[in-house]
T-cell receptor
């Protein structure tokens, strides 16, 4: 799996937008970009994923650079409940078999201040 | 509540003990996974089961023995563990679509916090 690079930690204030960056300069044409997050004392949970176009869902938005070498997870209004480790993961969907694997990195620890 | 349950939530065992971790998914998925999360390390994929068949073993020591009796249940049998095996063990499930195509997210359980003395 292609590698991703994220800042170790970021800090935000409650009710302000948060932009979590991810670099993936070696991304291939068949790699999807996924984001998961892990709240304290819980297992990871899916946030969002995309291939080329920007994506929105009820949790967040995903902005993907035109060259796909970087992406940004956007939380529009951070809440205390959004404090978690956020993981940016590339998943190759070419062919079958191993397209279900997720390789987690260290992620970004997001702290939300009241 | 993710639809994936794990028991026990906490386990303390000696190096000579034998214990088992249990995972159950109520989502009708066809794939289940075991991950290990050690302190200050990324999650590591241990085993993958598709349709009850083991399809991935990431060089896991034989003191960890997985079992998948049906597509809803997954066990991790533990024996003669070492203190460095202390970690959070996470189970996940997903619906696998072979040949690429639609993505189906993985749903994780809350994990079992294992301490080996």
């Amino acid at each position: 799996d292609a590698k991703t690079t994220q800042p170790n930690s970021m800090e935000s204030n409650e009710e302000e937008p948060v932009h979590l960056p991810c670099n993936h300069s070696t991304i291939s044409g068949t790699d999807y970009i996924h984001w998961y997050r892990q709240l304290p004392s819980q297992g990871p949970e899916y946030v969002i994923h995309g291939l080329t176009s920007n994506v929105n869902n009820r949790m967040a938005s995903l902005a993907i650079a035109e060259d796909r070498k970087s992406s940004t997870l956007i939380l529009h209004r951070a809440t205390l409940r959004d404090a978690a480790v956020y993981y940016c993961i590339l998943r190759d969907v070419a062919g079958g078999g191993s397209n279900y694997k997720l390789t987690f990195g260290k992620g970004t620890l997001l702290t939300v201040n009241p | 509540e993710t639809g994936v349950t794990q028991t026990p939530r906490h386990l303390v065992m000696g190096m000579t003990n034998k214990k088992s971790l249990k995972c159950e998914q109520h989502l009708g998925h066809n794939a289940m996974y075991w991950y290990k999360q050690s302190a200050k390390k990324p999650l590591e994929l241990m085993f993958v089961y598709n349709f009850k068949e083991q399809t991935e073993n990431n060089s896991v020591p034989s003191r960890f023995s997985p079992e998948c009796p049906n597509s809803s249940h997954l066990f991790l049998h533990l024996h003669t563990l070492q203190p460095e095996d202390s970690a959070l063990y996470l189970c996940a499930s997903s619906q696998v679509s072979f040949g690429g195509g639609a993505y189906n997210e993985q749903f994780f359980g809350p994990g079992t916090r294992l301490t080996v003395l």
